[in-house]
């Protein structure tokens, strides 16, 4: 898909990875949609990307993905301002501590709440232009994450509903893609530390310093998605071994 013109949604885009993906996407020409609870700094964002590209193409909503009015107000508000919706990254996630239900809601069911109804918009079969639809999963969700059980599984679930839409792409024209970063230094992943260091050991940073990436070419991972055609069913992984490239299944013998 050519970018230029396009309007994205990215859920979580006020920070970390969601940044990156606005701010690579606006340098790429798209329309987007900062989709967060964070408010000032989702606005600041706005703001800084529409004086740095001098346009306004930039746009906040205050969005909790767990809300399924939200998650429509934001879909509808992408249609009225631009026209049109042809990228949505569900990308806003958390950590389990503290709460892992909500992280199950937040991680898991408001993907799955946000693919459903973007699918609405975006399907060829409603009159939509069709899309690309990129779910920010994990490495966590290839491998067991020790001290993330809970966060490890809802990343395992984005996997597998990701990847059985694969349908998708020729009954609605829509392409659905998963992103699975290895330690991104964010946010999230300084809160995690300790975490990791109860589950992995003292010697954890030492460990894991190979595995970081920057949020920066996670970013660069998912234009790629989203400018290639051929990727439907992709599984990218993202990490500081091999840089971008794509995990291979078993093909269902179905
Ligand atoms: N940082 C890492 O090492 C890795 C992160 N990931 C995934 O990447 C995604 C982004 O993570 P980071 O940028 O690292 O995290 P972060 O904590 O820096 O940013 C997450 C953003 O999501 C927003 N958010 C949280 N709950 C929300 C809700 N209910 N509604 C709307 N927005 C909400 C936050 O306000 C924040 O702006 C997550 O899905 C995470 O699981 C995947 C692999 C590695
Ligand atoms: C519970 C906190 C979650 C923090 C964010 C996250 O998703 C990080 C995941 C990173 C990797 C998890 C999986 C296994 C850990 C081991 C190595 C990672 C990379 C291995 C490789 O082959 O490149």
């Not at 600041?44 to 529409?50: P, T, V």
């Not at 001098?54 to 508000?77: E, M």
Request: aromatic share 8%; with cysteine.
């Amino acid at each position: 898909m050519k970018i230029e013109g396009k309007t994205a949604i990215v859920t979580g885009g006020a920070q970390g990875i969601g940044e990156q993906f606005c701010r690579a996407l606006v340098d790429h020409g798209a329309n987007v949609i900062i989709a967060d609870l964070k408010k000032q700094r989702g606005e600041d964002l706005c703001r800084e990307l529409n004086k740095q590209y001098r346009s306004n193409r930039a746009k906040f909503i205050q969005c909790d993905v767990t809300s399924k009015a939200d998650l429509q107000n934001t879909i509808h508000f992408a249609i009225k301002t631009f026209g049109r919706l042809d990228i949505l990254c569900n990308n806003a996630g958390v950590t389990e501590i503290g709460n892992w239900e909500k992280a199950i809601e937040i991680n898991f069911t408001s993907v799955i709440r946000g693919t459903k109804l973007a699918i609405e918009v975006m399907s060829t079969r409603n009159g939509g232009h069709g899309g690309v639809i990129i779910n920010t999963a994990s490495m966590g969700a290839i491998f067991p994450i020790m001290g993330g059980p809970v966060y490890s599984g809802t990343k395992f679930g984005v996997l597998g509903f990701s990847r059985s839409l694969s349908n998708l792409n020729a009954s609605d024209g829509i392409r659905v893609n998963v992103i699975c970063p290895a330690f991104v230094r964010t946010e999230m992943f300084e809160a995690s530390i300790p975490n990791y260091i109860d589950s992995y050991g003292n010697d954890f940073q030492k460990k894991m310093k190979k595995h970081i990436v920057s949020p920066v070419l996670v970013a660069r991972g998912m234009i790629q998605l989203v400018e290639d055609d051929t990727k439907n069913d992709a599984v990218m992984r993202v990490t500081g071994v091999r840089g971008i490239d794509y995990y291979k299944f078993q093909e269902s013998k179905l």
